[in-house]
């Protein structure tokens, strides 16, 4: 069946520093991928998405390459701010199931 | 255009209780799906529908767990006969085709005492 295996947490940077998320999946067919945070006490939001090999999906200074040799899709940003403070969830949907499977999520606290 | 409304917020029930926890998809939108968080955990899916039609189930515990989502008004999921295991954070997200990019609305937090 379909997985996604995210980067254990917590992670704690100070602001500007730069951050990697790993994300490695396991998926029949050619998966959609996806990058999704969720703020406290909030749902949900998608922060980037990318639908094929080579693939870069980017938003908010975050980017995300969809690697098909390496089935990866780690989430990057050059410069983290206090804003970014959130948990961040590695998704991916494929084949015939619409649903989206998820990682466990990975909790980002950015200090001053 | 509104995005994805849900109601309650919070729910408390006690064990054995009936929860009933509803989903206004966005404007336009005609698929539902209804996903679990556990504590410390990522979104289980549970269940997918259309207007009138349960499309795939297969997340969803065989028993005191159903889902609906009808012609007029907010899609519906249903726990009966709750228990402590049942506490959880439940998302429903909508888009407005099949295999489409999914939005999320803030969730239910349900508490069962």
């Known amino acids: 069946g379909n997985s996604v295996t995210q980067m254990e947490g917590p992670v704690t940077l100070s602001e500007e520093a730069f951050l990697t998320i790993n994300c490695t999946y396991t998926a029949t067919g050619y998966p959609s991928l996806f990058w999704y945070v969720q703020y406290p006490g909030e749902g949900l939001q998608l922060l980037l998405k990318?639908?094929?090999?080579?693939d870069k999906g980017s938003n908010k200074g975050f980017e995300a390459t969809y690697r098909k040799e390496t089935t990866s899709f780690h989430l990057e940003k050059g410069s983290v701010q206090v804003s970014d403070s959130a948990v961040y969830f590695c998704a991916l949907s494929a084949g015939s199931a619409r649903q989206l499977t998820f990682g466990s999520g990975t909790q980002l606290t950015v200090l001053p | 255009n509104a995005g994805v409304m849900q109601n309650p917020r919070h729910l408390v029930r006690r064990r054995g209780q009936e929860a009933r926890l509803r989903c206004s998809p966005m404007?336009?939108?005609?698929?539902v799906y209804w996903y679990r968080q556990l504590p410390e955990e990522g979104l289980k899916f549970m269940v997918y529908l259309q207007k009138e039609n349960i499309i795939d189930e297969s997340g969803m515990p065989k028993e005191r767990f159903s889902a609906e989502f009808p012609k007029e008004g907010p899609s519906i999921l249903r726990i009966q006969q709750v228990v402590r295991g049942d506490s959880a954070a439940y998302f429903c997200?909508?888009?407005?085709?099949?295999?489409?990019?999914?939005?999320f609305g803030p969730g239910t937090r349900l508490t069962v005492t």
């Open positions: 404007k336009g939108h005609s698929h």
């Open positions: 990318a639908t094929k090999a080579d």
């Open positions: 997200a909508s888009s407005p085709r099949d295999n489409y990019e999914q939005y």
